[in-house]
Nanobody, 120 residues
Framework: QVQLVESGGGLVQAGGSLRLSCAAS????????MRWHRQAPGKQREFVAR???????VYADSVKGRFTISRDNAKNTVYLQMSSLKPEDTAEFYC??????????????WGQGTQVTVSS
């Protein structure tokens, strides 16, 4: 089994910055994709950013130029540096990882979420 634990959420004023972290632990042989998603109140969960184990990144148009995803493969940790935050960025942010366990099971895992609130 693989567990994902997010941290770093909080309350910030518009224009401010936050850095989210997500650490994966457990029976991990390899993690291919790591992603961040978010879900605002009353809305569907949406994709934010993705990074491969080689460092290739993809971003949602709404966060391009403001958010940066990175990862530390040695620590099985993914980060999301968020800057120029807007009130519309307020959401629960979820970490997602596609991992292969030591018993060769490949599946997608989700964290429990961390709340980001941006005040105007």
């Amino acid at each position: 089994q693989v567990q994902l634990v997010e941290s770093g959420g909080g309350l910030v004023q518009a224009g401010g910055s936050l850095r989210l972290s997500c650490a994966a632990s457990g029976s991990i042989r390899d993690i291919s994709f790591m992603r961040w998603h978010r879900q605002a109140p009353g809305k569907q969960r949406e994709f934010v950013a993705r990074i491969t184990n080689g460092g290739t990144t993809v971003y949602a148009d709404s966060v391009k130029g403001r958010f940066t995803i990175s990862r530390d493969n040695a620590k099985n940790t993914v980060y999301l540096q968020m800057s120029s935050l807007k009130p519309e960025d307020t959401a629960e942010f979820y970490c997602n990882a596609d991992a292969t366990s030591f018993d060769s099971v490949y599946r997608s895992y989700w964290g429990q979420g961390t709340q980001v609130t941006v005040s105007s």
